[in-house]
Every structure is written in structure tokens, then in C-alpha cells.
């Protein structure tokens, strides 16, 4: 998608933070903006915000845990505006940090139920849409840079959830049609209100948590890049085209070491040998289809 003038973007997660960020440079681009968002009050301020940018703007309250939340954010956002152009599944949570086998199951259940499957109900319901609709469409996924490597210890279940994410943007870019083009942004520190996620904890995964202010002023994520700044290069990374949408530079060597390890493992336990191809899973798959 080259231009995004009137072309209409819903962003979950978008009342605060980077989804706050993606609307605002949505709207700076000149396309229209739902927000979508648990806290509906807050979802409503922003798009009152974002619209004294000269754009058309929407609220809704969506929890993206629950699929025919997204099922109606959906129904709002092609009723309001008669097409629907982007969607940037973003909404995310952080809590329990410590170690991983300490984890709390509930705890390791609600990043999964907000951060994958909330982000698999956005590619479903909208990937469908974008479908029957037939016009060149966007799916952009908030990864982070825990979806590339681990980036600390104390964040597994967070991590694990960001992994999944990269997992299934790169399953659908091989499944969707071309007119329909997917990308992971994968941001590092940013400044936003990631940190008090235990606030609106929903009581099946153990309800609000008090936050401790002295830990929340202290938090790494203040030291973060700005929110409005990651929005902007996500907006970029949409023109360009780019799967990939990373922010921090400092990522890519700690990425090259994964890979590097993955490498030498190949090379120490696995090199090539005639015939081997005949494993190839996405050749042996293509085959198949062909044959069909
Ligand atoms: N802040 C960072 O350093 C950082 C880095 C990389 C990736 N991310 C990712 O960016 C995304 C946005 O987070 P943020 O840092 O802007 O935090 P944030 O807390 O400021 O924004 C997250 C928004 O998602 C909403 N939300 C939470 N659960 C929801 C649900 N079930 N349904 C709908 N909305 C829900 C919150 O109300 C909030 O407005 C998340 O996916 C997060 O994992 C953040």
C-alpha cells in the first residue's frame, strides 16, 4: 500500500502507547482510525484526540481475547466507514516477571489468551474480511523484540507470546493472497503503560493487580523509545512493504548470535547430505498440492 490517504486502519491496544502511536500516525497519513481497545473510556478519548487531526475517527471497547468482541469491532468498523483498508493487532499485556518455572499458570494463560490468541482473532476476522473484500489490505502484528531472541531472563511467558506472534505473521504471509501483505513490528523499550497491565487483569487470570508505583517510576520501560516514534516507522515499514518492522539497532547482534548457534549446529550435527531434500517439508507439501 503506497498511499493511506482515506484508507481506514483500525488499531487495537490503541488508547494508549504504541497502538496510541500507530493511530497517530494513521491519521497523520491521512487515513481513518478506529481504536479499539479493553478500556472503552479511554479508547473514546483517544479517537476525540486523534480526530482534531482532520481525520474521521471511532471508538470501540474490544476485549481481543474474546473473539466475537472481534467479530463486532469488525461489524462497527465496516459499518462506520464501508471498508476497511488495516488492521494492527496490538493490544498486549506484560506481568508476572520472574523466573519461568515460577510462573503462575494463570498468569502464563492470560498472555497467551491476549497476546496470541487476541492476535490470531484480528488476522482471522479481518484476514477473512480483507478477503471477500478483494482490495489491497494490511495486517501488520505487534511482535517486539521478544519475538526474535530472548531479550532477558524473568519474561518467559511474555516472550513466549511474542515468539507465537512471529510465528503466525510468518504462516499467514505463506497462506494469504498477495493483495494482502503481513508484517510483525518488533519494537524494543518503549515508554508506555506496559508495566501496569496487572491493572486490568481480568479476575479468571486472577484479577487487578496493585501495581507498585516505586517499580512502575522505576520501570526500564520509561527509559524507552517514544511511542510516537515507533508508530511512525511502523506506518513506514506499511508503505515499503516490509515484513519485518524493527526500531532498535541494538537488537542485531544478539539476533546474529542465535543465528550463528542455529548455523554451527547445522553445520557440527547436520550437514548436507545427497538426497536430503527428500525431508524438505515445504517441498514435499508443494508437491502434494500440485497433485491435487
Ligand atoms: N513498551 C514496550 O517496551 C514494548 C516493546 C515491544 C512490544 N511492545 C508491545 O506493544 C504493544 C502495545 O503495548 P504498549 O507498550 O503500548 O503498552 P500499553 O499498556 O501502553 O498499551 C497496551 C494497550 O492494550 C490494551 N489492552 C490490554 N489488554 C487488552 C485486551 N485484552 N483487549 C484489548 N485491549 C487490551 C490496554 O488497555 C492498553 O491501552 C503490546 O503488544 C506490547 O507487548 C511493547
Known amino acids: 500500500m503506497k498511499d493511506l490517504k482515506d484508507k481506514v486502519g483500525v488499531v487495537t491496544g490503541g488508547a494508549s502507547g504504541i497502538g496510541f ?29 486523534l480526530a482534531k487531526r482532520g481525520v ?26 464501508g471498508h476497511v483498508d488495516l488492521i494492527f493487532n496490538n493490544a498486549g499485556i506484560m506481568s508476572g516477571v520472574g523466573p519461568l518455572i515460577d510462573a503462575k499458570e494463570e498468569d502464563f494463560r492470560w498472555h497467551l489468551e491476549v497476546n496470541v490468541l487476541g492476535v490470531w482473532h484480528g488476522c ?11 482490495t489491497p489490505a494490511h495486517i501488520v502484528n505487534t511482535g517486539s523484540e521478544h519475538s526474535l531472541y ?24 505463506l497462506e494469504l493472497p498477495d493483495f494482502i501483505q503481513v508484517s510483525i513490528l518488533c519494537p524494543g523499550l518503549v515508554s508506555t503503560e506496559l508495566v501496569r497491565s496487572g491493572e486490568i487483569r481480568p479476575d479468571r487470570f486472577g484479577g487487578p493487580e496493585q501495581i507498585d508505583e516505586a517499580v512502575a517510576e522505576g520501570s526500564a520501560l520509561n527509559l524507552g ?29 544478539y539476533i546474529e548470535d542465535r543465528y550463528n548457534e542455529i548455523r554451527n549446529a547445522f553445520e557440527t550435527q547436520a550437514p548436507p547430505f545427497e538426497g536430503d531434500e527428500q525431508y524438505d517439508m515445504r517441498k514435499v507439501i508443494e508437491k502434494m498440492l500440485e497433485g491435487l
Open 225 to 253: 523509545m517514544r511511542p510516537e516514534d515507533i508508530g511512525k516507522r511502523a506506518i513506514k515499514g506499511v508503505l515499503r512493504g516490509d515484513f519485518y518492522i524493527v526500531t532498535h539497532p541494538h537488537n542485531r547482534p
Open 21 to 49: 502511536g500507530i493511530a497517530g500516525a494513521l491519521a497523520d497519513a491521512g487515513a481513518h482510525v478506529v481504536i479499539a481497545d479493553i478500556r472503552g473510556e479511554k479508547a473514546a478519548q483517544a479517537a476525540g484526540e
Open 124 to 134: 482471522a476476522v479481518f484476514g477473512k474480511r480483507f478477503q471477500e473484500q478483494g
Open 56 to 81: 474521521r475517527t471511532s471508538s470501540v471497547a474490544c476485549d481481543v481475547s474474546d473473539r466475537s468482541a472481534v467479530e463486532r469491532l469488525a461489524d462497527h468498523a465496516w459499518s462506520e466507514f
Open 150 to 173: 530472548a531479550a532477558h531472563p524473568f519474561g518467559g511467558c511474555y516472550t513466549a507470546s511474542k515468539h507465537a506472534i512471529l510465528a503466525l505473521s510468518d504462516v499467514l504471509r
